[in-house]
Structure formats: C-alpha cells, structure tokens
C-alpha cells in the first residue's frame, strides 16, 4: 500500500498557460446573458435608435458601464463565496507569479513568438490548505524553488504552516482561509492528531514535542496560552509560571490549578527543577514497567497509561533577565538553565512537555539550544520586518491572532476540573 501511495502520489493539477484562459472563459461567460440582453432590447429599440444618435450613444455607453460592473461584482462574489473559484484564482495568482519572475522555459520558434513552457508546479487545495509543490530534481529553478515560500505567502496573503521536503520536491503548506479555520476556546482539545489549535491545525506534542509562543506586546500571546491550558488540562498536569504576576496569577486560586501557578522568582525557579526531578522519577517508573513487563526496549509514556505534564513560562526573557539581575541567584540561576534544557532534550518519551512563551526568538531572548529542540512553534499578533525574517528562517506557524477566542474566566477554568484524574 505504501508503495502504491509512493507511485500514484496525487500531488496536484500542474500549472499551465490553461489557467489563464479558464479565468477569460469565466469572464465572458459572465458577460454572456448581458450581451444577449443588449442584442434582444437593441432588436426592440431598433427603429428609436437609429432615428435618435444621441439616444444610441447614450444607450450603448450605459449599456457597457452596467455590464462591466455587474460582472466585475459577479466574478468577485464568485471568487468570495465558492471554494471552487479560490482555486481557480490562486492557481492563476500561481501562473502570474511564475510568468513575473521569469520561471519558465522560452522554446525558440522560427518567424513565430516564442512558447512558453513552464516547470513543474502543482496546486493543490481544500477547504482549509493550499499546498503548492514544485519539482527539483537538479533542474534550472531548483534554488528558487527552494525559497520561493516566503514570496508565495505574500502572494496568497495565506499564513505558511510549513514545508515538505520529498526526494525530488518540495512542498509549501499554507493556511488558505484563517477565518473559516478560526475554532472557540472551549473547542480547544486534544483529539487523536494532538491538540487542536484551528480547523485542520494541530499540536501533534508527541512527535512534535515542545511549543514556542512568540509574537509582541498586544499580540494574543496571553489569550492562545489560555486557550491551550484548557485542553491540556483535560488530559494531563499543567504547571504555570508568570513573571508578570498578572495573567494567570488568579488561577492558583481554582482547585485544578492549585500550588500550580507560580509567580515569586525563587518559587518560579524551583518549579523548573522539580518539574525536571519529576520528569528523572517518570523515567525510573517507565524502566520498572519495563522490566515488570519483560520488554526489550523503553517505550514512550503513553505505553505505560501515564499523563503526560506541561511546564508553561509565560514571558520567558522576563524570568531569565530577573534571574540574572541578582547576583545572588546567578549560580542557581545555572542550574534551572540546565533543568530547562534537560527538560526540552529528555523530556518527549517521558511526557513532560515545555511551552514557553517570549515577545522575539533572538538569542539574547532565548538560547539557541533550547529554540532548535522545540518542535512546534506559533507566532501571533503583527510582528517587526526584522522579527518575521527570523520567525520566517525559524519555521514558525503563524496565527495572527487567528483564533477565536474567549476570555478565559476562572468558571471556565472550574470546568477543565471535571476533565481531571
């Protein structure tokens, strides 16, 4: 079955000159019934027209300006409301992009124009993605093709989810309606694809362990965190730290966040590392069940029935400039560095997951040991130039602040306590 998949992989419709000549078909279809209304009431008017000229002119100038805006209105509503037409408009944006940037090949032709002939490119499209894959096998547009997503995100105004890489492809996955794909917080849950952030987006924490949150002031960092505490506290522990002792400084007040909500430095840091012993004594009951069971190899938490437990720090580059402005703390502040880290590189097949959240992902904010371990990573609200160029060679998911979300009350929070063990 595989190798069937690999053989008959249905990559998409190539992109061909044929897209442009779909949207002119769609345009004189459209202006079809106002020529054929123009030729029945000329046929009626007939004789008043061609004894008053001034009539005539009027007559045939009011006729095209109405026709020409009808259609124009039709063909935009068509392109608004019908997923079938968004295809047919973003694989002609694909043709243009292709055609302006000079991707093609131009076949010499004897006392004729020369043809045009274009490489590889499919689009493929449904309800909530757009995914355009074009082929590279050594060829003369390889190494634009290589970085042509960034270009094509523009050109879509569609947020880029990622790229596949296959052996003589590339792929660029995009996000084709964020307002369609918006979901509730409360809709916020961990199904069998992992956490579900949006219509057909999801946190798949096992295979892609870890989160990274950034995005500035104003963005929507604190209202997605919210969001995602509520569906990671329907199937695990949730520890919380906020240096800014103001988002979620009132849930340590609810039962399901008891003692887990930390805000006082010292506390903060001493959470990292008993969330890292916790993680050490995970490992020691994962190798008893081993060997209670007679197995060969360790496997993951999930083997073994046990929950899995999420460290959130809120406002990372707040925690770590206000352990190294005392002095006093700057040898321990070492050490929960350290646990951090140990947390991140060990913690997948344990089940104890990090999500940190920070305003940029710049080395002075976040060490680059612990950003390239964390698999998944958002970005929301409007960021800098400078900021999306480094979230943009980071592969970050970008959401805008795309989620539809409530205001996370502490009767919210009461309700994940049901959820809980």
Known sequence: MKLMKQIFHYKGIKIGKRDKTIQKIIVIVLLLPFLLLFCCLTYLLLPQLLSNYIFLIIYVILFIGVSALATFFFYRLLHIKFWFFKKLENRRLLLRHLTENRIFYPIKRKDKKDKIKYPPVYLKQ????????????????????????????????????????????????????????????????????????????????????????????????????????????????VEILDPKQSDFESYSQLDVLKDRVEIDLVQMMNKIKQFKENMEIRYATMRQFKKDRNEKELGNFQSYDLKPAFLIIDEFPSFRASMLEQRELMPEAEIVMVSLKQIILKGRQAGFFAIIATQNVKADDLPSTLKDNIMTRISVGRSSTLTLKQKSEDNFLRFYMTMKVKVFTQKFVIISNKFIS
């Open 126 to 237: 449904n309800k909530y993605t757009i995914i355009v894959t074009l082929e590279l096998r050594g060829g003369q547009f390889q190494d634009k093709f290589l970085n042509i997503g960034g270009a094509l995100e523009v050109t879509y105004s569609a947020d880029l989810m990622g790229r596949i890489d296959e052996k003589g492809y590339v792929s660029y996955v995009y996000s084709a309606d964020t307002i369609l794909g918006r979901i509730s917080a409360k809709d916020v849950r961990v199904v069998d694809k992992g956490l579900i952030l949006m219509e057909d987006v999801y946190w798949d924490y096992v295979h892609d362990p870890h989160l990274l949150v950034a995005g500035g002031t104003g963005g929507g960092k604190t209202v997605l965190l919210r969001s995602i505490l509520n569906g990671l506290l329907r199937v695990g522990v």
